[in-house]
């Protein structure tokens, strides 16, 4: 010890002290990262889960179906005119769309057929048709090549 010099302290116990500061603040950052998680909605829940991501197609070509005459469900005969046109999603191929027009007009006579003339009338009962002549061709068109359905015209006698 007569070798050391006069006034130099042994570093040792500040490193012990710095590793315990540390550990203490890392401790520290891991529990507050654990709280952030499990209830500032970090980790999920059954709002997160909720949410999902969708992907707006954009819509391309519009393919007009021949005008329709169709007898509905009244007593007596009453008849609805129709003409609607189908939408396709951009970059949509208009033939094959154009190949399979039959069997929709074929799915959208049963739809109309089931109506009365007081029931076509309205904005309320023109969505509800509408909505019906989508679900319709998507049944029809499974694939994607037709985004829906639009009313062009209703005429009810």
Known sequence: MADE??????E?????????LF?????????????YFMFL???GGAEEASVTTTTVPV?????????MTVTLSDDPVRYARLKF?????????????GERVPV??????????AYTAAELVGPEALATLREQLTTQALSVYTDGEVLR???TEVLVQ
């Open 23 to 35: 550990g203490m603040i890392g401790g520290a950052v891991v529990l507050l990262g654990v709280v």
């Open 85 to 97: 046109a189908v939408v396709l999603p951009e970059g949509g191929d208009s033939a094959v769309v």
């Open 41 to 43: 909605g970090g980790g």
């Open 104 to 113: 929709l007009k074929d799915a959208v006579l049963d739809v109309v057929s």
């Open 59 to 67: 819509e391309g070509a519009v393919i007009e179906v021949d005008e």
């Open 149 to 151: 359905v639009v009313l």
């Open 5 to 10: 010099p006069i006034g130099v302290e042994e």
């Open 12 to 20: 040792e116990p500040q490193k012990k002290g710095k590793g315990k």
